[in-house]
T-cell receptor
Framework: AQSVAQPEDQVNVAEGNPLTVKCTYSVSGNPYLFWYVQYPNRGLQFLLKYITGDNLVKGSYGFEAEFNKSQTSFHLKKPSALVSDSALYFCAVRDMFSGGYNKLIFGAGTRLAVHP | SQTIHQWPATLVQPVGSPLSLECTVEGTSNPNLYWYRQAAGRGLQLLFYSVGIGQISSEVPQNLSASRPQDRQFILSSKKLLLSDSGFYLC?????????????FGSGTRLTVV
Protein backbone atom coordinates (compact mmCIF):
# COMPACT_ATOMS: atom_id res chain seq x y z
CA ALA A 1 0.00 0.00 0.00
CA GLN A 2 1.17 3.50 -0.73
CA SER A 3 1.84 5.64 2.30
CA VAL A 4 3.77 8.53 3.75
CA ALA A 5 5.10 8.78 7.29
CA GLN A 6 6.18 11.70 9.41
CA PRO A 7 7.84 10.03 12.38
CA GLU A 8 7.97 13.09 14.64
CA ASP A 9 4.87 14.67 16.16
CA GLN A 10 6.85 17.75 17.10
CA VAL A 11 10.23 19.22 16.33
CA ASN A 12 11.76 21.87 18.58
CA VAL A 13 14.60 24.07 17.40
CA ALA A 14 16.21 27.29 18.51
CA GLU A 15 15.98 30.33 16.28
CA GLY A 16 18.98 30.56 13.99
CA ASN A 17 19.69 26.83 14.11
CA PRO A 18 19.13 24.52 11.15
CA LEU A 19 15.90 22.55 11.11
CA THR A 20 14.87 19.23 9.62
CA VAL A 21 11.38 17.79 9.41
CA LYS A 22 11.40 14.16 8.37
CA CYS A 23 9.26 12.36 5.82
CA THR A 24 9.47 8.86 4.40
CA TYR A 25 7.29 7.35 1.73
CA SER A 26 6.26 4.07 0.22
CA VAL A 27 4.91 4.13 -3.34
CA SER A 28 5.15 2.13 -6.50
CA GLY A 29 7.26 3.70 -9.21
CA ASN A 30 8.66 7.21 -9.17
CA PRO A 31 7.03 9.37 -6.51
CA TYR A 32 5.58 12.87 -6.77
CA LEU A 33 6.33 14.42 -3.36
CA PHE A 34 5.06 17.61 -1.75
CA TRP A 35 5.50 19.69 1.39
CA TYR A 36 2.77 21.96 2.75
CA VAL A 37 2.71 24.31 5.74
CA GLN A 38 -0.31 25.23 7.84
CA TYR A 39 -0.48 28.20 10.18
CA PRO A 40 -3.15 28.25 12.91
CA ASN A 41 -6.70 28.40 11.58
CA ARG A 42 -5.50 28.64 8.00
CA GLY A 43 -5.50 26.41 4.97
CA LEU A 44 -2.46 24.50 3.83
CA GLN A 45 0.09 26.42 1.76
CA PHE A 46 2.32 24.78 -0.82
CA LEU A 47 6.04 24.92 0.01
CA LEU A 48 7.79 22.78 -2.58
CA LYS A 49 7.60 19.62 -4.62
CA TYR A 50 9.74 16.94 -6.19
CA ILE A 51 8.62 15.48 -9.48
CA THR A 52 11.86 14.65 -11.26
CA GLY A 53 15.37 16.02 -11.75
CA ASP A 54 17.67 17.47 -9.13
CA ASN A 55 17.31 15.71 -5.78
CA LEU A 56 17.61 19.00 -3.88
CA VAL A 57 14.48 21.05 -4.30
CA LYS A 58 14.21 24.66 -3.23
CA GLY A 59 10.91 26.18 -2.22
CA SER A 60 9.21 29.09 -0.53
CA TYR A 61 10.44 30.95 2.58
CA GLY A 62 13.98 29.54 2.33
CA PHE A 63 12.92 25.92 2.71
CA GLU A 64 14.44 23.08 0.74
CA ALA A 65 13.99 19.33 0.65
CA GLU A 66 16.21 16.49 -0.39
CA PHE A 67 14.82 13.52 -2.27
CA ASN A 68 16.66 10.33 -1.37
CA LYS A 69 15.46 7.38 -3.42
CA SER A 70 17.53 4.74 -1.65
CA GLN A 71 16.21 5.80 1.75
CA THR A 72 12.73 6.64 0.39
CA SER A 73 12.87 9.95 2.19
CA PHE A 74 12.00 13.55 1.44
CA HIS A 75 13.13 15.57 4.47
CA LEU A 76 12.33 19.25 4.72
CA LYS A 77 15.20 21.51 5.73
CA LYS A 78 16.08 25.10 6.40
CA PRO A 79 19.58 26.38 7.23
CA SER A 80 18.46 28.94 9.79
CA ALA A 81 15.09 28.71 11.54
CA LEU A 82 12.88 31.69 12.30
CA VAL A 83 10.26 31.96 15.03
CA SER A 84 7.77 32.67 12.25
CA ASP A 85 8.47 29.20 10.82
CA SER A 86 6.54 27.72 13.75
CA ALA A 87 3.62 25.89 12.16
CA LEU A 88 2.28 22.47 11.21
CA TYR A 89 4.05 20.80 8.28
CA PHE A 90 2.60 18.11 6.05
CA CYS A 91 4.38 15.81 3.66
CA ALA A 92 2.33 14.30 0.83
CA VAL A 93 2.82 11.84 -2.01
CA ARG A 94 0.69 11.33 -5.06
CA ASP A 95 -1.23 8.08 -5.15
CA MET A 96 0.09 6.71 -8.42
CA PHE A 97 -3.01 4.58 -8.95
CA SER A 98 -5.56 7.37 -8.63
CA GLY A 99 -5.45 8.38 -12.31
CA GLY A 100 -7.31 11.57 -13.11
CA TYR A 101 -8.56 11.76 -9.56
CA ASN A 102 -5.07 12.89 -8.62
CA LYS A 103 -5.23 11.77 -5.01
CA LEU A 104 -2.61 12.95 -2.55
CA ILE A 105 -1.74 10.88 0.48
CA PHE A 106 -0.86 13.12 3.43
CA GLY A 107 1.28 12.38 6.43
CA ALA A 108 -0.05 13.00 9.93
CA GLY A 109 1.78 16.29 10.19
CA THR A 110 4.72 17.53 12.27
CA ARG A 111 4.46 20.54 14.50
CA LEU A 112 7.53 22.74 14.30
CA ALA A 113 8.24 24.99 17.27
CA VAL A 114 11.04 27.52 16.89
CA HIS A 115 12.10 29.11 20.17
CA PRO A 116 13.70 32.56 20.44
CA SER B 1 -4.74 33.41 -11.76
CA GLN B 2 -6.69 30.78 -9.92
CA THR B 3 -8.25 31.43 -6.54
CA ILE B 4 -10.30 29.34 -4.16
CA HIS B 5 -12.86 30.78 -1.77
CA GLN B 6 -14.34 29.05 1.21
CA TRP B 7 -17.01 30.35 3.58
CA PRO B 8 -17.92 30.94 6.25
CA ALA B 9 -14.64 31.16 8.12
CA THR B 10 -16.19 30.15 11.42
CA LEU B 11 -19.51 28.61 12.33
CA VAL B 12 -21.15 27.60 15.59
CA GLN B 13 -24.17 25.36 15.16
CA PRO B 14 -26.38 23.43 17.59
CA VAL B 15 -26.63 19.68 17.48
CA GLY B 16 -29.32 18.58 15.07
CA SER B 17 -29.18 21.68 12.91
CA PRO B 18 -28.39 21.59 9.17
CA LEU B 19 -25.08 22.55 7.64
CA SER B 20 -24.00 24.06 4.37
CA LEU B 21 -20.40 24.99 3.61
CA GLU B 22 -19.51 26.39 0.23
CA CYS B 23 -16.35 26.38 -1.82
CA THR B 24 -15.81 28.04 -5.18
CA VAL B 25 -12.84 28.13 -7.51
CA GLU B 26 -12.09 30.89 -9.98
CA GLY B 27 -9.77 31.08 -12.95
CA THR B 28 -9.88 27.46 -14.02
CA SER B 29 -12.35 25.01 -15.48
CA ASN B 30 -13.22 21.42 -14.67
CA PRO B 31 -11.07 21.24 -11.54
CA ASN B 32 -10.90 18.23 -9.28
CA LEU B 33 -12.44 19.29 -5.97
CA TYR B 34 -11.91 17.89 -2.48
CA TRP B 35 -13.33 18.27 1.02
CA TYR B 36 -11.10 17.45 3.98
CA ARG B 37 -11.71 17.51 7.70
CA GLN B 38 -8.98 18.20 10.21
CA ALA B 39 -9.66 17.26 13.80
CA ALA B 40 -7.67 18.54 16.77
CA GLY B 41 -5.30 20.52 14.57
CA ARG B 42 -3.54 17.51 13.13
CA GLY B 43 -4.14 14.97 10.41
CA LEU B 44 -6.27 15.44 7.31
CA GLN B 45 -9.17 13.16 6.53
CA LEU B 46 -10.42 13.14 2.95
CA LEU B 47 -14.22 13.25 3.03
CA PHE B 48 -15.30 13.70 -0.59
CA TYR B 49 -13.83 14.33 -4.00
CA SER B 50 -15.35 15.28 -7.31
CA VAL B 51 -14.03 15.05 -10.86
CA GLY B 52 -17.01 16.78 -12.47
CA ILE B 53 -20.50 18.25 -12.07
CA GLY B 54 -22.73 15.85 -10.18
CA GLN B 55 -19.89 13.36 -9.70
CA ILE B 56 -19.19 12.85 -6.01
CA SER B 57 -17.17 10.12 -4.38
CA SER B 58 -17.15 9.53 -0.66
CA GLU B 59 -14.07 8.29 1.12
CA VAL B 60 -15.67 7.55 4.48
CA PRO B 61 -19.25 6.86 5.58
CA GLN B 62 -20.56 9.65 7.75
CA ASN B 63 -23.21 12.18 8.58
CA LEU B 64 -22.15 14.51 5.78
CA SER B 65 -22.85 14.76 2.06
CA ALA B 66 -21.38 16.77 -0.80
CA SER B 67 -22.71 18.19 -4.02
CA ARG B 68 -21.27 19.88 -7.08
CA PRO B 69 -24.09 21.80 -8.75
CA GLN B 70 -21.76 23.84 -10.96
CA ASP B 71 -18.32 23.22 -12.41
CA ARG B 72 -16.46 25.33 -9.86
CA GLN B 73 -18.76 25.03 -6.85
CA PHE B 74 -18.47 22.37 -4.18
CA ILE B 75 -20.87 22.21 -1.23
CA LEU B 76 -20.60 20.22 1.99
CA SER B 77 -23.88 19.56 3.77
CA SER B 78 -25.53 17.83 6.65
CA LYS B 79 -29.19 17.46 7.52
CA LYS B 80 -28.54 17.05 11.24
CA LEU B 81 -25.20 17.90 12.81
CA LEU B 82 -23.59 15.74 15.47
CA LEU B 83 -21.09 16.84 18.10
CA SER B 84 -18.50 14.71 16.31
CA ASP B 85 -18.86 16.85 13.19
CA SER B 86 -16.90 19.62 14.87
CA GLY B 87 -13.59 20.34 13.19
CA PHE B 88 -11.74 22.38 10.64
CA TYR B 89 -13.03 21.81 7.11
CA LEU B 90 -10.82 22.44 4.13
CA CYS B 91 -11.70 22.61 0.47
CA UNK B 92 -9.04 22.06 -2.19
CA UNK B 93 -8.74 21.86 -5.94
CA UNK B 94 -6.29 20.35 -8.39
CA UNK B 95 -5.75 20.20 -12.12
CA UNK B 96 -7.27 16.95 -13.41
CA UNK B 97 -4.74 14.30 -14.27
CA UNK B 98 -1.81 16.61 -13.56
CA UNK B 99 -0.33 15.00 -10.50
CA UNK B 100 2.70 17.22 -10.58
CA UNK B 101 0.73 20.31 -9.55
CA UNK B 102 -0.53 19.13 -6.18
CA UNK B 103 -3.44 20.80 -4.45
CA UNK B 104 -4.43 24.37 -3.68
CA PHE B 105 -6.35 24.75 -0.44
CA GLY B 106 -8.96 27.20 0.72
CA SER B 107 -8.61 29.05 4.00
CA GLY B 108 -10.87 26.65 5.89
CA THR B 109 -14.02 26.74 7.99
CA ARG B 110 -13.90 26.17 11.73
CA LEU B 111 -17.12 24.36 12.67
CA THR B 112 -18.11 24.00 16.31
CA VAL B 113 -21.20 21.94 17.07
CA VAL B 114 -22.63 22.71 20.50
Amino acid sequence: AQSVAQPEDQVNVAEGNPLTVKCTYSVSGNPYLFWYVQYPNRGLQFLLKYITGDNLVKGSYGFEAEFNKSQTSFHLKKPSALVSDSALYFCAVRDMFSGGYNKLIFGAGTRLAVHP
Amino acid sequence: SQTIHQWPATLVQPVGSPLSLECTVEGTSNPNLYWYRQAAGRGLQLLFYSVGIGQISSEVPQNLSASRPQDRQFILSSKKLLLSDSGFYLCAWSVPGQGNYGYTFGSGTRLTVV
